[in-house]
Every structure is written in structure tokens, then in C-alpha cells.
């Protein structure tokens, strides 16, 4: 039995139990030596030996991955030779499944940057020649609220390497996986590609968009009977903005009975997601926060917002009026940069030298920084800030941006999530 202050392998010190579940324990510790938060996942003592073989074999799969929307693989061993135990990056977050219990479903939106995070930890895990075989909610974190999700995937108890040379540990005619987000093949016990992964991914989103499962049954033969039938439609909960057409479409992809309906690979979900983002809201027709689609953001050029003010407020200088004065109303700027880079302290350094004293910058996401920005330079200011952006990132690095009000602020509810963030920014997330 572990306990707060053992210290395991030599270097581990345990800190207390962070949860428990049907396999086992998670510990949160120190790395001694090097000061460094981890989990310690550790399984029950009764563990028969298949299943320990399986845990540890679930360490030596993930350690193959190095991505930041995968979790990462410190160290393994078995503890007093028998009891088998991981070493992990300790997540600060909360699984989606309780995100989901607690919220039922998430905006479009926030959807589009949780799928984004998880394709791109899936695909890094296809990559390396492994399926996961077990997506679902509870095995993907969040580490952030409203639209500064980021997404990890994690536990790999069931992975399996694709690559010859792996011991089989599990039987042809077994079904593994949970069933609610299993893909017909999976759950007659065939034998599985990389298709029965964006199955569970189509059923993931397909809960997180509308608060339901595609298919729900008492049983393994009831849930067969409706995984044979077509997915039903995909429609936003009453009172959220609809969802666009083409993100319908994907899941409806995803959820396609046979394998070879299904998209291709990750590959070709991300290039639809990245379409997605790109056509709306301004093509799409699409309400976002209640801010009709007639509104377009104009990238690569400035484009003034409207915004009324009410009778008895008190009165801001009109934008023109800004201009005639020599003063340029402020810029809110959004660019979509690589994860990795955005991640890096220097980086973030460097963001904030860009600006200097003419604005502050922020970072939502795995991937998405935006700042406001006030134009001492004049109208020319923002572009100047996007070319040095393009400049250290690459031509394909996203940007875009809108002048707004001179009095516009970000509250610090809305910088924490706490409440929606402005509607002008989250078009600008949209649009990139």
C-alpha cells in the first residue's frame, strides 16, 4: 500500500491520492531530484498477471509518443517486483466526461478546439504505428475553460502496436473497448484499423455537441442492432447556435458503419476542421454569441465593428473622429501559431517584445494568442505586428484582425473563463 511520503523507484516522493478507479490508484508526487510534479498510476494488488502485462505494456506504447496533446511516459517498473506502476506528466485539468456531466454539451465552438487538440495527438499516435482503441471522454483532459480548451489524450490501457514483433495480448472474437463509443467492427471482435479510432472520435463529438450519445443500448446486442442503422442527425441542444453543415457532415462521416465510409485518416479530419474554421461564420450563415454572419471579419485589413451605446451613456469618440485627431482606435489581433513554439517561455517573451508598450498578449489554447493592440505607428501598426509574426512562425501561420472600440476591454471573468469571452474575439478565433 502506498502512502503520502513514501518514495518509490528512489526518486519518487508520493504526495497524496489524486483518484481511484476500477484498476487502481493515481498518486500525485515530486521528482525529487529535479523539483517536477508527476502522477504515479499504480494498479490494485489483486491485479491478475494478463492484466499487469497489459498495464505495463500500455507504458511502453505511450513512451513511444512524444506530442504535447498526448500524455507523457516518465518511467515504469514494478513496484516490490509485483505491483506494477507508470510514472506520467501530471495534467492540470478535468477529464471531458465531467466537463460533459456537469455542462451536457459545448458550443460549436469550443468543440472545434477540443477536436483539433485531439486529431492532433491522434494522428501523432497513428504515426508511431499504434491504434488506442479506447477514445472516448474520460480519456481525453482538458486543461482549460471556454475557448482556451486544450486537449491531451491519455490512458492507453488497451493500445495496441500495429508494427510486427508485438506480443498479442488480447484474442481475435474479443471485444475491447467501451461499447458506447466501440465502432461495429470492434464490437463483434473483428479485427480493427485505424478507422475504429475516428469512429469513437465521431461518437466523442457527436456527445460533446449535443449532450447525447449516437447510440445507446442495454447491452452489447442492442447496441449492435443500432450501430447497423445510421447515425442519427446531428443537431445542437435548444438555445445553442446551430452547427455548421460541414461539422454535421464530418461526424456523420466519422459514424459511418463500415470502415472504408469513414474519412481516410486523421489527416483528412483536420483538413475538414481547419475548413471549418475558415468558412465560418462568414459563408456558413452561423450565429456565434449572437452576432449575425452579415458581420464579416475582414482578414489582413482592419474592419470597425458596430456597437450601441445607450442613451444615457456616456459618450466615446467616434472612430472617424479618432482618426481626424491623429488617434488610431486599438486593434484586437488573433493569431493561430504551432503548439509547440507557443508553449516555450522564450517564446512567449518574444510575443511580449513584440508588442512592447503598445499592448498585452494572451494565449487560449494549445495554439491560438491574441493581444490588444493600440497603433502609435498608425493604421500600419497591426500589419507590422502579423509580418513579424509570419516572419519567426512561417507563411502559414493565421492571422487576423478588427479595429474596435477605443473603451473595449477583456475583463478578467472572461480572460478565466469565468464568462464568455467578447464576441468581436470570438469571431476572430473563428475565422483563423
Not at 503520502?4 to 481511484?20: H, M, Q, S, T
Not at 505495463?56 to 513511444?64: G, I, K, P, V, Y
Not at 456616456?314 to 508553449?343: D, E
Not at 493604421?379 to 479595429?403: F, I, K, M, N, W
Amino acid at each position: 500500500m502506498i502512502a503520502a511520503g513514501d518514495v518509490i523507484l528512489d526518486r519518487y516522493r508520493v504526495e497524496g491520492l489524486l483518484g481511484e478507479g476500477g484498476m487502481g490508484q493515481v498518486y500525485r508526487g515530486v521528482h525529487e531530484m529535479l523539483d517536477m510534479p508527476v502522477a504515479i498510476k499504480v494498479l490494485h494488488d489483486d491485479t491478475d498477471p494478463g492484466l499487469a502485462q497489459r498495464f505495463l505494456r500500455e507504458a511502453q506504447t505511450m513512451a513511444r509518443v512524444r506530442h504535447p496533446n498526448v500524455v507523457q511516459i516518465f518511467d515504469c517498473a514494478m513496484l516490490d517486483g509485483w505491483q506494477p506502476c507508470i510514472v506520467m506528466e501530471l495534467l492540470d485539468g478535468e477529464a471531458l466526461d465531467a466537463v460533459l456531466e456537469r455542462e451536457r454539451a459545448m458550443s460549436w465552438l469550443e468543440v472545434l478546439d477540443v477536436a483539433s487538440d485531439v486529431c492532433a495527438g491522434l494522428e501523432a499516435i497513428h504515426d508511431a504505428g499504434i491504434l488506442h482503441r479506447d477514445l472516448k471522454p474520460a480519456n481525453l483532459m482538458i486543461t482549460g475553460r471556454g475557448l482556451s480548451f486544450g486537449a491531451k489524450i491519455v490512458d492507453f490501457g488497451i493500445a495496441k502496436p500495429t508494427t510486427p514483433g508485438h506480443p498479442k495480448l488480447t484474442a481475435t472474437g474479443v471485444a475491447i473497448g467501451t461499447p458506447a463509443y466501440m465502432a461495429p467492427e470492434q464490437i463483434v471482435g473483428a479485427e480493427v484499423t485505424p478507422a475504429a479510432d475516428l469512429y469513437a472520435l465521431g461518437a466523442t463529438l457527436y456527445e460533446m455537441l449535443t449532450g447525447e450519445l449516437p447510440f445507446e443500448g442495454a447491452g452489447m446486442a442492442a447496441l449492435l442492432r443500432k450501430v447497423q442503422q445510421p447515425a442519427p442527425p446531428v443537431k445542437a441542444p435548444d438555445g445553442r447556435p446551430p452547427i455548421p453543415h460541414q461539422l454535421q457532415s464530418l461526424v456523420a462521416s466519422l459514424l459511418e458503419t463500415e470502415a472504408a465510409g469513414r474519412p481516410a485518416s486523421v489527416l483528412e479530419v483536420r483538413a475538414v476542421l481547419r475548413g471549418v474554421s475558415r468558412s465560418t461564420p462568414r459563408s456558413l450563415g452561423v450565429r456565434v454569441a449572437g452576432v449575425p454572419a452579415s458581420r464579416p471579419i475582414e482578414r489582413w485589413r482592419p474592419a470597425p465593428p458596430t456597437r450601441r451605446v445607450s442613451a444615457d451613456a456616456p459618450t466615446q469618440p467616434t472612430m472617424p473622429a479618432l482618426r481626424q485627431s491623429g488617434v488610431f482606435p486599438p486593434v484586437l489581433l488573433a493569431a493561430r501559431l504551432p503548439p509547440s513554439r507557443l508553449a516555450r517561455r522564450d517564446e512567449r517573451e518574444w510575443l511580449a517584445g513584440l508588442l512592447g508598450g503598445t499592448g498585452r498578449g494572451y494565449v487560449l489554447g494549445a495554439g491560438i494568442w491574441f493581444a490588444r493592440i493600440t497603433r502609435p505607428d498608425g493604421p500600419d501598426h497591426a500589419q507590422a505586428v502579423q509580418e513579424a509574426l509570419r516572419s519567426r512562425y512561417g507563411a502559414a501561420v493565421r492571422v487576423a484582425y478588427t479595429e474596435v472600440d477605443a473603451g473595449f476591454e477583456l475583463s478578467p471573468a472572461a480572460l478565466t473563463g469565468a464568462t464568455d469571452l467578447p464576441r468581436e474575439l470570438q469571431l476572430l478565433v473563428a475565422s483563423i
